[in-house]
């Protein structure tokens, strides 16, 4: 392919949504609306909606076949053309991008049109060769117009790769399925209207294709999206578009490897190539292991045709498996919605991979695509020998299979354009849908005819997902190992497989070195990027987000240009809306806690009866659980980078998804799903909503650090209480044997809740801006001071770097204060020994509160035998959970307020007493247990209730206080992967019936009270100063005195700074340079 170039003209005319072409490089606008991106967005994914019609075609086979009084020719018929739409796609892929997308989407609606006719004229005049012709013709344009939409859009997302394209993936999808809805809603009346069908198909999809042509075209050499280029190169970092056109576009090599002009060394001129042709990415062994891999995630979804393809009238799986219509209704219509899902939100993941770890994008997309392919050979080897029972063994296998099949379909579009580059993932997507085309005519050709014959089906497919599994891990993600001249696999850095071809036939690849090579860089590393994840580098803010910013209803414009905000003037913004609105989010996210009152009616839906430990609540804890303490241990990092506005988005995204597939669960008694939805999905946005609002709120508020923590903390727990009573509302069942009608209502009624204080938190959530100061302090607690370099040196000297904790004091004094550190990056605070110690003292200071929650209606019933009694306690208990909440982080505030002390040392004594108090209160509690001691045991645990109140709110701000403003989310992220253990450990116990018995559980908590006792002493060692905190070692300072001090192995050779330097830090350690000369102090 030799790709031209734009005109200037051109490129004005298409600043334009609608212009048509005249003579002589002349262009007509129409200036009534500019272009952007969202507008061709949606005319892929109208596009590909009715692309979506030649797959339907297959369920008017049955019809069609009546006409003709040739079944078994007509289905021929069908599956040749579907056979001809790959080909077609795979054939025209070079054309397409010389001709650009309206000329090809121009013939691709020339030839449907032509098709349709023809296939109206066959109908009419009951003519087989006829009807050949017009599927083959429609088929062809089919082809066009699948291929040039996803070709565009890939050219137009190099930042949303992923997402744009699941969601035109799934119009294909979702556009099959309703086709063949209205095919048969159109033919229901009277099968006469088969005479007139293609017809009205023609005029329903004639008006938007045309309407997605006038709308398609290729970006600008100048485009930039969220600043990557179309081929997902930073623009800071890319040679010039005129240097890539000239060099190796306008030569036909359209893979470029961006890498090899970075780096320019003598080793890579022997070994690599500096671009590709699409001939050469075509016979690859890429892209054959792709093809084969492509292929074993389609076949299931061709072998479960077979089971509702009808035969005398009914389904094969109602002849093969004994199974009702009504069932076999259902496991298709579950097929379709996994299907359709799968399609939109695998490679939207795929997407939230590459964002959140900052991995490379093939890498990705390829270890989730591994992932499908190992789901698809487990489940083939597991019901291979395994259908007899016919409706759930065949549901499961179904939703597996749409899983593979679908998620494998719109991934495989990602994989190829960030392997193969935009300019030839058209031709690449064609050719590996040959693979479908053959599987489909195979498949036609050899439906099963027995219950025995699909089973051998199901045996087979588990070799081929074996193979394509296998087959995987010698697709090569890394560009070196592609670009090499030969075939090498490199894994983990390691070369496993080096097979060098002969040099001397590559002749006009091969690598020319400049004499000044360039100084850009890739913005992709292959190698250590977990770390890199754990490098926070804070952006800052254009001076046109800070304009806007100052009134409370502003955010970025879908359709603005550089930036550009929506903004209402009034009224301005205020740091106390921020405070309200993370205060309800926290009320919602409480409302992931409140399950256990849906208890009883989730074990009647799901199971039919009431368990005696609510399995159904249990497995959506544990999985809850688990997600939410995966979710805040791992996005910290990902909040702090962007703009708090875009991470609560995803949230509310994720909950509101989850809360969706739970009310499909629902109405479907499906217990997987609402694990997924609601325990898996849900979690997630719920565990992402937390950590934004409460570490966007710390910001806004370092004079009143406690106050705003606990508005967060206490939101929570108000939101507990408040969604229990709502859950207990709903769930209240008249009759236990039909709950159904009652729990329909919840989600509901959730979404009318939720979503209008999403909405209000996106719009009033932001970082506040670099000249942000209140009561004479910046949002790091830091008063004005003239010795401290500006809020711009401090960014552009440490923050933008990564070190996002800045010894400040250091900084002030300019003097000698011992060897110590100008700034930590986050990693080093999370290893530090001071976070270990807080963390094993966090889990220690929460497990008795949890475990003795879990079981306090049991043990309430149990001792005292009085129901009232029992929800009494319950409601108390909760009471001074949350006044303890309240009362430890305001009575800190008061404390630095009143007595100007440094707030780190006096939350940590907080913490500490809390710890002491616990020890005594679960003794007290244990004691009274097996006394059975009334009055003592209602205080004691009230007390203890509101020990773990006050230390649960206290961490939040000592890690804002120790660690600052930037690594708080992130590090109490992972602090509360300790709170989920703790959760998970009560579920665990609540298996163990010995424990409704008093004396074993106070047994227990004799075993806890030696783990408080150990984590109080080991607060002792938690270090405030930071004289102590930057010490590069161990050092431990009491009353001006050092008590402890052990130096770090690399001590001796840390190097003493001078003004104007600072330590060059990497992904998470110090590069340590030679000693410095004796008695040099640190300035």
Sequence with gaps: MQLPTKTPSEIEAEEWLFFLPLAQDNFLTFRWARFHRIYLFLAVVITQFCAGTMYSMMSLSKRLGVCFNAPHEVNYGLFVGCAFMAFVAALSGPAIERHGPRWSMCVGIVLLTFGMVISQIAVAVTSLIILYLGCIISSIGFGYLMIISVATCQKWCPDLRGTVTGVAIAGFGLGGGSWNYFYDFYLKLHEARLNSLFLVCIGIMLPPLILSAMIMRTPPPTFRAKGLDMHGIASAKAPPPRYVQDEYLHVGMTLVNYNLIEEGTERQYYEQVKALSLLQCIASTDFFCLYLAFAATAAPSLAAYALFNSSNGNYNAIEWFNMTKSEVKYVSDCGFLTSSLSRLFVPILSDILVRVFYANPAFARKLI????????????????????????????????????????????????????????????????????????????????????????????????????????????????????????????????????????????????????????????????????????????????????????????????????????????????????????????????????????????????????????????????????????????????????????????????????????????????????????????????????????????????????????????????????????????????????????????????????????????????????????????????????????????????????????????????????????????????????????????????????????????????????????????????????????????????????????????????IGLLAQCILSFLVASALQDQNLYGFEWSLLLMAFACGCNLGIVPCFLADMYGVYNMGSMYGIILTGYSVNVLVAAGLLNQSHLEDPNQLATSLYGMIYLLIISWILTWFIRTSTQDQFFPGYQITIWGRIIIQVHSHSANNIHYEEETSYFQLDTSFIQLPPPPPPRRLLN
Aim: charged content about 10%; overall charge neutral; aromatic content about 12%.
């Design 369 to 912: 695509l591994v992932v499908l392919l190992l789901i698809a050979t487990i489940t083939f080897l597991i019901f291979s020998n395994d259908l007899n029972d016919g409706y759930p063994s065949l549901l499961h296998l179904t939703i597996a299979i749409k899983l593979v099949s679908g998620g494998g379909a719109s991934l495989i579009v990602c994989i190829l354009a960030d392997m193969y580059g935009v300019y030839n993932v058209g031709t690449m997507y064609g050719l590996i849908l040959t693979s479908w085309s053959f599987g489909l005519v195979i498949v036609g050709l050899t439906i099963p005819s027995t219950a025995e014959a699909f089973v051998s089906e199901v045996h087979a497919l588990f070799f081929i997902a074996l193979t394509g599994l296998i087959l995987m891990v010698f697709v090569r993600t890394n560009s070196r190992d592609r670009f090499y001249q030969g075939y090498r696999l490199t894994i983990w850095g390691k070369v496993v497989i080096d097979i060098p071809f002969i040099r001397s036939e590559v002749k006009m690849e091969q690598v020319v070195l400049d004499d000044e090579p360039p100084t850009w860089i890739s913005n992709r590393s292959s190698g250590f990027w977990f770390f890199q994840y754990w490098h926070l580098r804070i952006p800052s803010k254009t001076p046109i987000e800070l304009a806007g910013e100052l009134s409370l209803i502003a955010f970025p414009s879908p359709f603005g240009r550089d930036g550009e905000f929506a903004v209402v003037p009034w009224p301005r913004f205020s740091r106390w809306y921020l405070l309200f609105t993370s205060f309800l989010t926290q009320c919602c996210c409480g409302s992931i806690f409140g399950y256990p009152a849906l208890s009883n009616a989730l074990d009647v839906l799901f199971l039919g009866n009431i368990t005696s430990h609510h399995a159904v609540l249990l497995n959506i804890f544990i999985a809850m659980s688990t997600t939410i303490g995966a979710t805040v241990f791992l996005v910290g990092p990902a909040i702090e980078r962007r703009a708090p506005r875009i991470s609560y988005c995803f949230g509310c995204i994720f909950v509101i998804v989850g809360q969706l597939i739970a009310h499909i669960a629902v109405l479907t008694r499906y217990q997987a799903l609402l694990i997924a939805g609601h325990g898996v999905i849900s979690a997630i946005g719920y565990g992402i909503l937390l950590l934004s609002s409460i570490s966007t709120v710390q910001k806004w508020f370092p004079d009143y650090r406690g106050i705003s923590t606990t508005s967060c903390m206490l939101g929570i727990g108000v939101g507990v209480m408040i969604w229990t009573a709502i859950y207990n509302y709903f769930a209240f069942i008249p009759s236990i044997l039909s709950p159904k009608p009652q729990l329909h209502n919840i989600f509901l009624f959730s979404f009318g809740v939720i979503i209008p204080v999403f909405l209000f938190g996106l719009i009033v959530i932001r970082s506040p801006p670099p000249s942000f100061l209140v009561n004479d302090m910046d949002m790091h607690a830091i008063a004005v001071d003239p010795m401290l370099p500006s809020t711009a040196s401090i960014h552009n000297e440490f923050v933008s770097t990564g070190r996002t904790l800045v010894n400040y004091n250091f900084i002030r004094s300019g003097s000698a204060l011992g060897v110590q550190l100008r700034a930590l990056t986050l990693a080093q605070c999370i290893l530090s020994l001071d976070f270990l110690l807080l963390y094993i003292a966090f889990i220690a200071s929460s497990l008795p509160g949890i475990v003795v929650t879990s079981r306090l209606n049991d043990l309430s019933m149990r001792i005292y035998y009085e129901k009232n009694f029992k929800n009494t306690i319950a409601q108390n208990a909760s009471i001074a959970t949350l006044l303890g909440l309240l009362f430890a982080p305001c009575m800190s505030d008061f404390i630095c307020r009143i007595f100007e002390i440094r707030a780190a040392p006096v939350r940590l004594t907080s913490f500490t």
